[in-house]
């Protein structure tokens, strides 16, 4: 009967092994999710910075508080992106490079395409 209970051991671990793997995947997407979403926001609000920067030089005006307000909620985004790109290398084992962007193992020491030494 220990040879069945061995079986049934391994296969409950495999189980709970192939669950947690695909509950990570999940996790995975729905962060790339979040990146894409975030990322058409920053395009979005980039181009409203631009428009105003354009529209108050043609107009003579002067817009620095509106873009001082601009430049502090893209600055916000851009770290909420930066937190949500973070989980996704942790689930990966992975690090980037904050020089060039590669991905990279999280025990590297340099980059594999830049050469500049990781902070881990």
Not at 6 to 31: H, P, W
Not at 89 to 116: F, H, L, M, P, S
Request: contains cysteine; aromatic residues 4%.
């Amino acid at each position: 009967m220990s040879t069945f209970d061995d079986v049934f051991s391994k296969a409950k671990s495999v189980a709970e092994t192939a669950g947690k793997k695909t509950g990570e995947m999940i996790e995975v997407a729905r962060l790339k999710i979040q990146a894409g979403d975030m990322e058409r926001e920053i395009s979005s609000m980039l181009e409203g910075l631009g428009r105003l920067v354009y529209e108050s030089r043609r107009e003579g005006a002067d817009a620095a508080g509106k873009m001082d307000d601009c430049c502090q909620k893209l600055d916000e985004k851009y770290e909420e992106l930066a937190k949500a790109r973070a989980k996704i290398d942790e689930y990966r084992n992975q690090i980037t490079c904050k020089n060039c962007g590669a991905q990279n193992a999280d025990d590297a020491v340099y980059c594999k395409r830049c050469g500049v030494k990781l902070s881990n």
